[in-house]
């Protein structure tokens, strides 16, 4: 039981340091290049979202957006260069 505990306690923990990095933003502080990448790649999507974060130390730009009833998250850098759809 004391091991659960402990295993329920890392995760918990690496958890909320993961998302320490994340930080919901306004499309105003997306830089123009990301909005015009995403908007050209996804010009249905519905709903979109901004957050920011730092992968070994280069600041990604994340939209999470719908898609034909969907969810979808997709990164991009501060020059509009695709990073990866999930």
């Known amino acids: 039981m004391k091991k659960l505990?402990?295993?329920?306690?890392?995760f918990l923990s690496a958890t909320f340091i993961s998302c320490d990095d994340h930080k919901s933003i306004p499309v105003s502080e997306v830089?123009?290049?990301a909005v015009s990448a995403?908007?050209?790649r996804y010009p249905?999507?519905?709903n979109v979202k901004w957050i920011t974060?730092?992968?070994k130390g280069k600041k990604i730009y994340e939209?999470?957006?719908q898609l034909e009833?969907?969810?979808f998250?997709?990164?991009?850098?501060?020059?509009?260069?695709?990073i990866l759809e999930h």
Do not use: H, I, R, S
């Open 5 to 10: 505990l402990v295993y329920a306690a890392v």
């Open 31 to 33: 830089p123009p290049a």
């Open 38 to 40: 995403f908007n050209a």
């Open 44 to 46: 249905a999507a519905a």
């Open 53 to 55: 974060e730092d992968k």
């Open 63 to 65: 939209a999470q957006f």
């Open 69 to 71: 009833n969907q969810n």
């Open 73 to 82: 998250e997709a990164e991009f850098d501060a020059d509009g260069g695709f």
